[in-house]
């Protein structure tokens, strides 16, 4: 089992930016890919980002392609998530999520084991 615990949320105006970091325990996460996640009040939880077991890949969906990056430091078991330029409407619940590797549906929250306990962005404007 790997237990995730994000951090790193806060609130910062309109074009600001934020880093939030996933910590996991438990497991190295060398063998996981790793993905994040938001969900808005009322809405239901959607992809944002995701990045391959190996680092060699990453995704992210439309809405912060050009604006975030997510990254890995398996030494430190860590994830991240650098948000630039953010937005009112990147205000949300940031989850971290973890899959064992493998080819995998990176954007279907479905498809992840193991999840965190979640971390609040609030973007003012």
């Known amino acids: 089992q790997v237990q995730l615990v994000e951090s790193g949320g806060g609130l910062v105006q309109a074009g600001g930016s934020l880093r939030l970091s996933c910590a996991a325990s438990?497991?190295?996460?060398?063998?996981?890919?790793m993905a994040w996640f938001r969900q808005q009040s009322g809405k239901e939880r959607e992809f944002v980002a995701a990045?391959?077991?190996?680092?060699?890949?990453?995704y992210y969906s439309d809405s912060v392609k050009g604006r975030f990056t997510i990254s890995r430091d398996n030494a430190k078991n860590t994830v991240y998530l650098q948000m630039n330029s953010l937005k009112p409407e990147d205000t949300a619940i940031y989850f971290c999520?973890?899959?064992?590797?493998?080819?995998?549906?990176?954007?279907?929250?479905?498809?992840?084991?193991?999840w965190g306990q979640g971390t609040q962005v609030t973007v003012s404007s």
């Open positions: 999520a973890a899959v064992l590797e493998g080819s995998w549906m990176h954007w279907e929250k479905n498809e992840y084991d193991h």
């Open positions: 438990g497991r190295s996460i060398r063998s996981f890919n």
């Open positions: 990045i391959s077991f190996s680092g060699d890949t990453t």
